[in-house]
């Protein structure tokens, strides 16, 4: 079985940073898109940032120039540098994966067939 587990969650004063990690373990193609959607509190889920297998990515316009995307096929690892963290970016934070799909603009949950549990992060004023 496919599964994600993120880490690397935590608490933060405003302005602070994290490194989030996602491992992937069990098959995925080795072209599988990842991303990332967050939960912020009391709110629907949202969609952050996508990676495909060639590097090419895409963040919302809400965290880019502050949240970079990147993976290591490697290691089957995708990766979310959160920097100049703010308030309102508190919220669960889970990893997704799914195929490439001709069309898909990756930033739906329903583009992906696999999802993490979720890492928390809070950031507190």
């Known amino acids: 079985a496919v599964q994600l587990v993120e880490s690397g969650g935590g608490s933060v004063q405003s302005g602070g940073s994290l490194r989030l990690s996602c491992v992937v373990s069990?098959?995925?193609?080795?072209?599988?898109?990842m991303a990332w959607f967050r939960r912020p509190t009391g709110q629907a889920r949202e969609w952050v940032a996508w990676?495909?297998?060639?590097?090419?990515?895409s963040a919302a316009d809400s965290v880019k120039g502050r949240f970079t995307i990147s993976r290591d096929n490697a290691k089957n690892t995708v990766y979310l540098s959160v920097d100049n963290l703010k308030p309102e970016d508190t919220g669960m934070y889970y990893c997704?994966?799914?195929?490439?799909?001709?069309?898909?603009?990756?930033?739906?949950?329903?583009?992906?067939?696999?999802w993490g549990r979720g890492t928390q992060v809070t950031v507190t004023s």
């Open positions: 997704a994966a799914g195929p490439r799909s001709y069309g898909a603009s990756y930033e739906r949950a329903a583009d992906y067939l696999y």
């Open positions: 069990g098959y995925t193609p080795s072209n599988y898109v």
């Open positions: 990676i495909n297998d060639a590097g090419t990515s």
